[in-house]
């Protein structure tokens, strides 16, 4: 028996353009602009560090399950359990199993969290589908949590090494990036999204006018990966801020005036980042990101958190603040269709194909359109996630559905006011400009007719009539939001264990259709973010086993790991991609969560170690403390 392939970043050559394809790599990705052979030979300060991200998992409250129901002749099939991008599953599914899309239907439930591993078309929806359509009667498959464990979507898992080209005051001339990613046993339906998404969006908020990356992907025996929330982007924000945080220390500045220094200036906006993720133009739609940025200082009061650890470390605790920016992408890949139908009890059902995995979008797209068409929002009703409702949909992921289904429900609106007026006109026999909408419905002659009733109406003169609005949306630009994190945390001088103690999160969201749900996200990710900096990690054993499959040895934030949170959004710049300025809020809540953390931690540490490996766990804090000539361990355990 061959021995397994466990790790290939011990075996990559880090040296730049030296290594070729070959062994188990299977894709290189190139992309980059400028002259950075130039700039490295004029830089007065080179400066190289490497970042290590292990592998995780999002681990949703929910398992995957499916039941897949048998129609008559084994002609199609109902499948039971849909999450995340039902539309693209049943072509897959259609395609796999040879039968007409007409005759698959995928119906989704209430899901308990997606988070990018949910909704993927994985072996078992084919299988059981198969099942009832060979044995002819329906069949349901859950998955326990072990099985889960082995077999979902791991993600993460990189090595980057990075380059920079630095002026003596601190500025960035040239970024070179060498990014392994650990693929596992074969390509998913995500294939090498996650590492493009690296190479694209690594830069950040900063900019570097010559940038070269250079990502390549490995195979090795482990469970293949997949997206995991901010997929890309949290992997490469924490190497970029991980790169800011050694420029400042190398040339003893302060990591904030260093960041201050780089940031792509309001006056740049649209900026073009002169590259392509997942196919499609980067280009930072808005923003003033040096606003934001002192917007954050001040509001969180910066210089107070910086003096009140200081004085605590004097105290002998140890203690520290760090700070990290990031740029988040909402995708708009594909175009969405809504349509607003009105129901035969006087409801109005806006009917979808985005999934709702707990993010509170029905009740977001039910603000759009009561908003749109001046109705309260209960007369709204969702319909979502059924492929026999709806033509089309992209999917919920990426922090697009708000965006664009958002949009086509804002334009759905619309077309719904006219065609109400328009049939309410011809049923009373009175013309459009007499009709006006009112809270109740319609306005005719200084009296209301409610919904119910015109329904009522329709169905008694004109029963084969329906009141229908169906509307696409497209943008051919991502909207991006951005925004700062300020992490405070302590350090046991007995075990090394990482306590997060406040968590500060500044986010431009462009404009909130639910504050409420945007701050809800933002702390949800940045638990999940606190989980990656210090206790997730999937392992294997040195002959392959997986290591990792319950809750006892994969160690994710309870209770009392969340710290007090402070989150402040901003709407100063409303998205140009879209009619209502929107930015996504799924992913900004974990995407620095690491890079601020660690830079936390290395500020407990006064610079003395520099953390660039996730998770931090006691044992690798350990190994960093055991590494320094300081003598740093002693002296904590005599605090």
């Not at 005051?169 to 046993?185: F, H, P, V, Y």
């Not at 269709?337 to 129901?343: G, H, I, M, N, Y």
């Not at 490996?613 to 355990?637: N, V």
Request: charged residues 25%; contains cysteine.
């Amino acid at each position: 028996m061959r021995p397994p392939v466990l790790d290939w970043a011990s075996e990559m050559d880090t040296r730049p353009r030296a290594r070729v394809r070959g062994g188990n790599e299977i894709a290189r990705i190139e992309k980059g602009y400028g002259d950075v052979e130039a700039a490295f030979a004029a830089a007065e300060h080179k400066i190289s560090i490497s970042c290590r991200l292990a592998r995780q998992t999002a681990v949703p409250m929910e398992t995957r399950g499916a039941i897949a129901v048998p129609h008559p002749g084994a002609a199609g099939f109902d499948l039971y359990g849909a999450a995340k991008v039902p539309h693209a599953n049943r072509q897959e599914l259609a395609s796999i199993l040879s039968l007409d899309i007409g005759g698959v239907v995928l119906r989704e439930g209430h899901a308990g969290g997606g988070f990018g591993v949910r909704g993927e078309l994985y072996p078992e929806d084919v299988l059981v589908a198969f099942a009832a359509l060979r044995l002819g009667r329906p069949v349901k498959w859950i998955e326990d949590r072990s099985e889960h464990f082995l077999a979902i979507n791991h993600s993460r898992d990189q090595t980057i090494h990075l380059d920079a080209a630095v002026s003596r005051t601190g500025i960035i001339a040239a970024l070179s990036a060498r990014i392994m990613t650990d693929q596992g046993a074969y390509l998913r339906t995500h294939e090498i999204k996650v590492s493009d998404l690296s190479c694209a969006f690594l830069p950040g908020p900063y900019r570097i006018p010559a940038y070269q990356a250079t990502a390549t992907v490995h195979l090795t025996n482990k469970t293949p990966c997949g997206t995991y929330r901010a997929p890309g982007r949290f992997e490469a924000t924490f190497a970029m801020e991980r790169m800011i945080d050694a420029i400042a220390s190398a040339l003893e500045l302060d990591p904030v005036e260093v960041r201050r220094r780089n940031l792509i200036g309001a006056a740049d906006m649209p900026f073009d980042r002169q590259i392509e993720a997942t196919g499609k133009r980067v280009v930072y739609d808005s923003g003033d990101y040096l606003q934001t940025l002192d917007t954050a200082l001040r509001a969180f009061d910066l210089p107070e958190l910086r003096r009140s650890a200081e004085e605590r470390r004097q105290q002998g605790e140890c203690i520290g603040v760090g700070v990290a920016m990031f740029v988040e992408k909402t995708d708009t890949a594909l175009h969405e269709t809504v349509r607003l139908e009105l129901a035969s009890d006087g409801k109005i059902e806006i009917v979808t194909g985005t999934s709702s995995l707990g993010q509170g979008m029905e009740t977001a797209l039910a603000q759009i359109a009561a908003d749109g068409l001046g109705f309260p929002i209960d007369v709204f009703r969702i319909v979502r996630g059924q492929t026999d409702r709806i033509s089309q949909s992209g999917g919920t992921f990426a922090s697009r559905t708000t965006v664009m289904a958002g949009s086509a429900v804002h334009e759905a609106c619309r077309i719904f006011r006219r065609k109400l007026i328009e049939t309410c006109a011809t049923l009373l026999g009175e013309t459009t400009d007499r009709i006006t909408l009112c809270r109740e419905g319609c306005r005719i002659n200084g009296r209301n007719v409610g919904l119910t009733d015109l329904r009522a109406m329709i169905d008694a003169s004109a029963p084969s009539t329906q009141l229908v609005a169906e509307a696409d949306f497209s943008s051919g630009a991502m909207a991006c939001p951005y925004g700062v994190h300020i992490a405070q945390v302590k350090v046991d001088p007995d075990d090394l264990s990482v306590t997060v103690e406040k968590y500060h999160i500044a986010y431009e969201i462009g404009r909130a259709v639910n504050p409420d749900l945007v701050k809800a996200q933002l702390l949800g990710g940045a638990v999940q973010g606190i989980g990656g900096a210090l206790m997730e990690e999937i392992s294997f054993s040195s002959d392959g086993q997986p290591l990792t499959t319950s809750f006892a040895n994969y160690v994710t934030p309870r209770s009392v790991d969340v710290p007090t949170f402070k989150i402040l959004l901003l709407e100063d710049w409303p998205s140009p991609t879209n009619p209502l300025g929107l930015k996504g809020a799924g992913e900004g809540g974990i995407n620095a969560a690491g890079a601020a953390i660690a830079s936390a931690v290395e500020d407990a540490f006064a610079a003395k170690i520099a953390p660039r490996r996730l998770p931090i766990t006691p044992k690798a804090l350990f190994d960093l403390l055991s590494k320094t000539d300081d003598g740093l361990i002693s002296p904590l355990r005599r605090r």
